[in-house]
């Protein structure tokens, strides 16, 4: 925890002393290329595009994760970012993970800033050798404003004259040695990273507060959610999906991640529908080839792409509206749900089929994830997809290489605790102690289902009254509970009951306490020790005997109330109010 602390602290340092550049209050061309915008912004748009600017207008280095659905105006927020670096003499960047993506993206990019004297080119392996090293050149000389490119962009060899922004499309696609590569720009740029689905370290880090958060969740006018159907595969629902949409004047995505099988699905989709064009893409295609068959699916030569998870990110075919999506259960929530996105980006009725093979067991985790896809089909529901995401897999590493994962040795919430007491005690500040009580009375705590049915909530209420640090929260807790659930049964009484003697023992420095019978039995902390003058004069009263140097027993604690579970735990508090008067404890 301590060297994951002190990276995280080496991190913290270097933004919060790291002077960025302050960029210039909107320009009259600043606004005059937000007024060329086409649609009208949604409120979120808004809020996202406001956050932005103030992160750009501030001397610290913006470090922005925005987060909204696929066609929520993610890319116009990115656009007025760029153009603000662009006024201000700074290059911008934007980074995309496919070369479909960084193409479109370009096309966009170059459309929109068309009316202004904006040099913009693109970094990928579409282009050809010599004017890929001309736009490296371009960039490093300062003559190119903007450049939208792939992978290729954090290669060693590409330098920036003076860049202000960074954008980051879909960050989620991005390994973890990449992004150490950005991680080094991070200090002194202002980074914006998008995605619809972070992965669940991103969405923690903006949770906790380490990283900002945008999120946009208005969706635009006259989009309609998506209709997600979990089936078996079959050459019938095959068939009919496709037919449905061929017949209403539509085009087909086709999704199948294995390019040495693709030709014979291609085979077996030209036996179900023979009439149906299909073209066929995947990342092993050479750029032209590749180029060839998505210009001829996007111009509507072709009515079916049958193609592997390339088609993730970037491709907006307003006319595509049903995806089938081969052996969905071997997919992550994150990519089923940009699978998905691709199919729905107009007004209208979308459909995505996820394909599980019949007669084979799915895994645990598959199903949750099916399950989680399926009841997430609302608009606007991806922050929702990242946030079950976390819960599914985990929160990983804050730092370092695990980007999921259970933190299994301690649980979550405990390892963010460690970590936050680790960074104090490394800057010198005090840490509170905290500390624990074992408690073993023998009577039963749980709360029943028929006074609170829902699961989840029963354990946020166990929460509450375990984190209630004195008798005024306890109090608030009860009658929070009971205003909200009605009358409150004998359980929580006596759950309120124990979690107040775990307040006494703690303040006494009783580390566990134990019945046995009508006995009660206690260990002290090692830092309390029992006054030995004092216990001998206790014990001549025959209840209270020493049984080490930091532990006693009560012999009759429980005479008369073993059989009462309402008692016990007012007597057992009792016992220790009155060995405390009795000054046994220190």
């Known amino acids: 925890m301590k060297d994951i602390a002190g990276q995280l602290l080496k991190l913290y340092a270097k933004r919060a002393t790291a002077e960025g550049h302050a960029f210039s209050k909107d320009s009259p061309w600043q606004k005059e290329f937000e007024e060329a915008f086409e649609f009208t912004e949604t409120p979120d ?13 501030s001397d610290k280095p913006m470090d922005r994760l925005l987060c909204g659905d696929v066609g929520y105006g993610k890319t116009e927020v990115a656009m007025r970012a760029i153009f603000k670096s662009v006024l201000d003499g700074k290059q911008a960047a934007l980074l995309c993970p496919t070369t479909i993506l960084a193409d479109q993206h370009f096309r966009t990019l170059k459309r929109r800033f068309a009316a202004f004297p904006v040099t913009i080119d693109l970094l990928s392996r579409f282009r050809p050798p010599e004017e890929r090293k001309e736009v490296v050149r371009r960039l490093a000389e300062g003559t190119l404003d903007v450049v939208i490119a792939t992978h290729r962009l954090l290669s060693k060899d590409v330098t920036f004259r003076d860049l202000g922004l960074l954008v980051i499309d879909e960050e989620q696609r991005f390994g973890v040695a990449q992004k150490e590569r950005i991680k080094e720009w991070r200090a002194e740029v202002d980074v914006l990273a998008m ?12 949770l906790a507060g380490i990283r900002d958060l945008s999120v946009i969740e208005t969706p635009p006018k006259d989009r309609l959610a998506i209709a997600t159907h979990v089936v078996q595969t079959s050459d019938e629902v095959i068939r009919e999906a496709i037919r449905a949409e061929i017949d209403r004047g539509g085009q087909v995505y086709f999704v199948h991640n294995r390019v040495e099988s693709l030709g014979a699905w291609r085979e077996k989709l030209s036996e179900l529908v023979p009439d149906v064009r299909i073209v066929a893409g995947h990342g092993q295609m050479g750029e032209m080839e590749l180029e060839r ?8 030569a072709a009515d079916l792409l049958l193609a592997t998870t390339i088609v993730e990110n970037g491709l907006d075919i307003p006319s595509a509206n049903t ?138 209420l166990y929460k509450k009254v375990a984190a209630a640090s004195d008798a005024d929260a306890l109090g608030r807790v009860a009658r929070e509970a009971e205003d909200r659930y009605g009358a409150p049964p004998p359980e929580f009484a006596r759950l ?8 006494v023992a703690q303040r006494l420095g009783v580390k566990a306490l134990h019945r ?71």
């Open 516 to 586: 046995r019978g009508t006995e009660l039995a206690a260990t002290l902390e090692k830092e309390h020790r029992v006054d030995p003058e004092r216990i001998l004069s206790a014990l001549r009263k025959g209840d209270l005997t020493a049984s080490g140097p930091d532990s006693f027993r009560v012999l009759n604690a429980f005479e008369g109330v073993r059989d009462d579970p309402a008692s016990i735990p007012s007597r057992a508090e009792a016992f220790l109010a009155s060995i405390a008067r009795a000054g046994v404890l220190p």
């Open 195 to 206: 995605s619809a689905t972070p992965i669940p370290r991103t969405l923690n880090l903006s």
């Open 45 to 57: 748009q808004v809020a996202a595009i406001r956050d932005v600017k103030r992160d750009m207008e």
């Open 293 to 300: 068959a998505m210009r001829a699916f996007t111009t509507r």
């Open 323 to 460: 995806m089938l999506i081969d052996r969905a259960d071997l997919y992550g929530l994150s990519q089923l749900y940009q699978l998905r996105g691709r199919v729905g980006r107009s007004d209208k009725p979308a459909s995505c089929w996820l394909l599980v093979p019949p007669g084979m067991p799915l895994t645990d985790e598959a199903r949750r994830r099916l399950k989680a896809i399926q009841e997430f089909s609302d608009l606007g529901a991806g922050f929702r997809i990242a946030a079950k995401d976390l819960e599914i897999r985990g929160a990983g590493n804050l730092l370092g290489g695990e980007q999921s994962g259970e933190i299994d040795a301690v649980g979550y919430e405990t390892y963010v605790q460690l970590l936050e007491e680790a960074i104090a005690e490394m800057k010198g500040e005090p840490v509170p102690e905290t500390r624990e009580v074992t408690i073993q009375l023998g009577i039963p705590l749980g709360l029943p289902p028929a006074w609170i049915g829902e699961e989840n909530l029963r354990m946020a």
């Open 496 to 503: 309120l009951a124990v979690a107040r003697l775990r307040l």
